[in-house]
């Protein structure tokens, strides 16, 4: 299949760049890219197990987007401790 995909200079630049860094043309690099968005399961698959696990739990909306913020500024705080060291 040949596709005609319209982008702006600057993202075909950056395209051609990485292709370049991986040692490929555009073309090939842009075919591998794609092949590889289309290979990755949809989201709501990935996220089918957790959902489960959220409604098996009884765990409400509310307590787990607590469970996230804290989990998301454990993270950021880690990162910031490793950085400054």
């Known amino acids: 299949m ?9 993202t075909e630049a950056k395209l051609r760049a ?6 490929m043309d555009v073309q090939t ?3 591998r ?10 989201l709501d698959d ?6 489960a696990e959220v409604t098996a739990s ?3 909306d509310e307590q ?3 469970l996230l913020e804290t ?3 454990d993270a950021r705080a880690q990162r910031r401790s490793r950085h400054a060291s």
């Open 18 to 23: 990485k292709a370049a860094v991986a040692g």
């Open 29 to 31: 690099f842009a075919a």
């Open 58 to 60: 009884g765990m409400t």
């Open 71 to 73: 989990a998301k500024h």
């Open 33 to 42: 890219t794609l092949e590889r968005i289309a290979a990755r399961p949809p």
């Open 2 to 10: 040949v596709l005609s995909i319209p982008i702006t200079p600057e």
């Open 46 to 51: 990935l996220l089918a197990p957790l959902r």
């Open 64 to 66: 787990l987007t607590e």
